[in-house]
């Protein structure tokens, strides 16, 4: 893939049911098992809650999402690539725009069964500093930790 074909941009609701179908696709492939909310209500989320919450950045290559990233300067909320587009330095290159933009020090929660996402996170300087954190899918995650080399505490 020709990387400068992917756009980083803003989300602007005009892409939310574009970006609620390739989050919900990634998901599931992920996970195992299907959402558990409504595309209805994963829309509104995305549009009056997360997008109220944090920054959100999407990967787009020719007008098509294909990865997202909600962020603020210390975690990162929901993190996805389509599952057409992984392993290609999509996700790398929103994971450094979301670095860029920190305090120095982020959090993040995967699910335990995503061995690609610790994979990714693992190779990208993530740490794991907690297991077991209760989600709406019962399913056991893993909380990671990014800290800059040089962050003062």
């Known amino acids: 893939m020709n990387q400068d074909k992917i756009v980083i941009t803003q989300y602007y609701p005009k892409y939310a049911e574009q970006t609620v179908r390739m ?3 990634s998901k599931e492939q992920a996970i195992g098992r299907k959402e558990i909310h409504s595309f209805e209500n994963h829309v509104y989320f995305l549009k009056h809650i997360l997008a109220e919450q944090y920054q959100i950045d999407l990967a787009i290559i020719d007008g098509k999402v294909v990865g997202m990233a909600a962020y603020n300067d210390r975690e990162i909320s929901q993190f996805y690539i389509h599952i057409d587009y992984q392993g290609i330095g999509i996700g790398q290159l929103i994971l450094e725009k979301v ?3 920190s305090s120095g020090r982020l959090t993040l929660y995967t699910f335990e069964i995503n061995k690609k996402a610790q994979r990714f996170y693992e190779k990208h300087g993530f740490e794991i500093i907690g297991r077991g954190h209760e989600n709406e899918e019962n399913l056991p995650d893993i909380q ?6 040089d962050f003062k505490l």
């Not at 990671?144 to 080399?149: D, I, N, Q, S, T």
């Open 23 to 25: 989050w919900r696709d």
């Open 99 to 101: 670095k860029a933009q």
């Open 144 to 149: 990671y930790e990014w800290v800059e080399k």
